[in-house]
């Protein structure tokens, strides 16, 4: 599966407003099967910015205890603001849609830092 950025902010966003620790199979996002999830949660995990225990088998791959990490946190926070998500989204994809998290996070960080100089409020 290839990268889905839209769905790497939906799942750090879904962990991230539980206040239980989720498995892969409790993150429920419309439009995504679980097996899509679960390979995201993966290459979230491979990116450090979750971590989980795999807890794979005939029923296909599953995750559990799946929890933010630092790099998560700071990414997410970078990401929430849906207005700022959506000019990241629309930036990224006129220069490089596959693009790594650490230069959509770097985009994030440059569109925060252009709305706090001009002194605007975030949505």
């Known amino acids: 599966m290839a990268r889905d950025i839209e769905l790497a902010r939906k799942i750090l966003l879904a962990i991230d407003s539980s206040e239980l620790t989720l498995d892969s199979s409790s993150i429920r996002i419309a439009g995504y099967t679980p097996e899509q999830i679960a ?3 993966q290459q979230l995990k491979d990116a450090h910015l979750l971590d989980g225990i795999s807890a794979s088998g005939d029923g296909g791959q599953r995750w559990v205890e799946v929890r933010l990490t ?10 929430r603001d849906e207005s ?5 989204v629309g930036a990224m994809h006129d220069q490089d849609a596959d693009a790594s998290f650490e230069a959509w996070q770097a ?3 440059k569109l925060l830092f252009e709305v706090y100089r001009a002194g605007k409020q975030l949505s």
């Open 84 to 88: 700022i998500w959506r000019a990241a």
């Open 107 to 109: 985009m994030l960080i």
């Open 70 to 79: 630092w790099a998560g946190y700071e990414f997410l926070d970078a990401a």
């Open 39 to 41: 390979e995201q949660i």
